[in-house]
């Protein structure tokens, strides 16, 4: 094959769709260039669906492990880079001598897929990876020293927050003698930012005045950073680390210890990121020591940290599946809601859907006080027009502060679709926003369910009746159910703890069937379900299109009572 010649920067946008493929750049250089290869191809395509390539079952490869080579004319190895940020590759290298060169693409296991697509970018501009610190409060600057190649000698520069900034993650670049670097991040916070060196030992921990951010390096292999506060029993204090998130190869761990130096909680992995995150309810008032490392006990230059550390105030998250929905004009969808109660927080949660389109509602949910789960049912008007929306599901709830006054919490759920992955399996990928989509008329036309009140006291069983309309074209199978599952699994529930499915229902629609029964039993004694009043669920019909996709139907809503046992109230 012959290489393609460029001229830098350059940004090249390539594919190794076949078995072998090998892709090969050529460049004229001069002797003491700094050149920079930086490619993305795990990064802009890990929450693609369907990514395999190769054989089948365990043999089956998922997305493309770029290594980059570069070369002589003569194909010398001069340098070569593999898995610099996750799967993605990044090389730097001086020039020996004026000349052509040549960069080799490909994936490592010289595997390929349509759609591994790849963008490699070449330059011999300023790179930056990192600032260390990587943080700094508002209203005040920082010294931070630049990690990265070709910085002219360049080593620290200042980093500024406004007073007014806002507080988040921002990009910044830095002029340095050869030109101006590429948008490195950096956290503005509202906490006071401390370097921390020397701390390698509890005996020389260094103290934290929460809130605070710590900022540290592991310098080199083994090192263990420690850090130490003052808490008070039964407050909950936050902590939680800022790097694999910001494309630094840190996987880091946190360990608490009492004042004894005996380990009482630790913390790891946070949501879908190797960044640790530990939630702490201090048993006793004293002192108490945090340490921070690295899970393969690793270090360099870039495995550089934010800890953030401060008191916990009542916490609430909101979990999710499957949030995407087509409904026909008439028609209703479901999703199911779990919540996750955290730092003490007991209060209600109510439920809201943002952005959806014109004429689909959300029932009105919230979930009470004891209750970690729920269903939020879009409708469609019968007049609603076709469209289509991202949308976002969110919490809102209060809590009363230390000072008893009555603060605000609104918080967006965290929601995972499905991705095949190696061997066919199922995995989730988080997703930002959910499509409801108002589409032509679908499978189910009419799916009603009566009645639209029940009450259940413990030992009780209720009878719900249902009745679809079916397209007429449309003969499959219908199940029907009140949990979501996949297989014989349930992914998730919307009925309160105590309240079950029974197997006498007939749920299974098959042929031209159009009527089914769920019927729903409450347990008693320790298992008997807590006293609830007018909570919306609805039974949700499943049709099948593959092993993995199918379309979720809802009926109209029905409000559920719980009654305890020895409630005389008439149904």
């Not at 920067?9 to 594919?15: L, S």
């Not at 191809?41 to 089948?56: D, E, I, P, Y």
């Not at 089956?60 to 194909?75: E, F, H, P, Q």
């Not at 990587?134 to 000698?153: C, D, E, F, P, Y």
Request: glycine fraction near 8%; include cysteine; charged fraction near 20%.
């Amino acid at each position: 094959a012959t290489a393609q010649k460029v001229s830098f920067p350059v940004a090249i946008c390539g594919m190794c769709g076949n078995a072998e493929d090998v892709d090969y750049y050529q460049f004229t250089g001069k002797a003491g260039q700094e050149v920079t290869v930086n490619i993305y191809a795990q990064r802009v395509t890990k929450a693609v669906h369907s990514m395999q390539s190769g054989g089948s079952g365990a043999s089956v490869m998922y997305l493309m492990d770029s290594i980059l080579t570069l070369r002589r004319a003569n194909g010398q190895v001069l340098a070569e880079n593999d898995n610099f940020v996750g799967g993605d590759s990044f090389l730097t290298f001086k020039l020996p001598e004026d000349g052509n060169y040549f960069l080799e693409v490909r994936d490592t296991r010289f595997i390929g897929n349509p759609k591994y697509v790849y963008c490699v970018e070449i330059a011999d501009r300023p790179f930056a990876h990192a600032f260390f610190p990587m943080a700094v409060q508002r209203g005040k600057t920082t010294s931070a020293a630049i990690v990265g190649h070709n910085l002219g000698g360049l080593e620290k520069t200042t980093l500024r927050a406004g007073a007014d900034e806002p507080v988040g993650w921002k990009r910044i670049s830095v002029k340095t003698p050869r030109g101006q670097t590429n948008p490195v991040q950096v956290m503005v916070s509202d906490h006071p930012q401390l370097i921390a060196s020397g701390n390698h030992s509890m005996a020389k921990a260094i103290p934290l005045s929460l809130p605070m951010g710590a900022n540290a390096r592991f310098s080199k292999p083994d090192e263990v950073h420690y850090y130490s506060f003052e808490a008070k029993k039964g407050q909950y204090y936050l902590f939680e680390i800022e790097s694999d998130r910001r494309d630094l190869p840190l996987d880091s761990v946190i360990d608490m210890f009492d004042s004894s130096g005996k380990k009482v909680a630790d913390g790891d992995d946070g949501y879908y990121t190797k960044d640790a995150k530990l939630q702490f309810k201090a048993p006793a008032d004293g002192k108490f020591f945090v340490s921070v490392r690295d899970l393969h006990n690793r270090g360099g230059e870039r495995f550089i940290y934010n800890l953030r550390a401060e008191p916990a105030t009542p916490e609430f998250e909101l979990h999710g599946k499957y949030y995407y929905a087509q409904l026909a004009p008439g028609t209703r969808m479901i999703w199911f809601v779990n919540l996750s109660r955290q730092n003490g927080f007991t209060g209600p949660v109510e439920l809201k859907v943002e952005g959806l389109p014109e004429g689909v509602t959300a029932t009105p949910v919230t979930i009470p006080s004891g209750l970690t789960r729920a269903a939020v049912i879009l409708s469609a008007k019968s007049d609603a027009k076709i469209d289509a929306r991202l949308v976002r599901l969110y919490g809102k709830a209060a809590f009363t502060d230390a000072n008893g006054k009555l603060q605000d919490l609104v918080r967006y759920a965290h929601v995972t679709c499905e991705l095949q992955v190696s061997g066919g399996s199922q995995a989730r990928r988080p997703i930002n926003t959910q499509l409801v989509g108002v589409t032509n008329p679908l499978d189910i036309v009419e799916f009603e369910a009566t009645p639209s009140k029940i009450t259940l006291r413990p030992g009780e069983k209720v009878e719900i009746k249902v009745r679809v309309k079916r397209n007429k074209e449309f003969t499959g199978p219908i199940q029907l159910a009140m949990p979501f599952l996949y297989g014989n699994s349930i992914i998730a529930d919307q009925l309160p703890p105590g309240v079950t499915m029974s197997p006498d229902s007939k749920a299974r629609l098959t042929g031209k069937t159009v009527e089914g029964t769920i019927v729903l039993e409450a347990a008693t004694g320790d298992s008997a379900p807590k006293p609830l009043k007018q909570f919306p669920i609805a039974v949700m019909g499943r049709i099948s299109m593959s092993f993995s996709i199918s379309t979720n139907y809802a009926s109209n809503p029905i409000h559920l009572t719980i009654l305890g046992a020895d409630s005389k109230a008439a149904r």
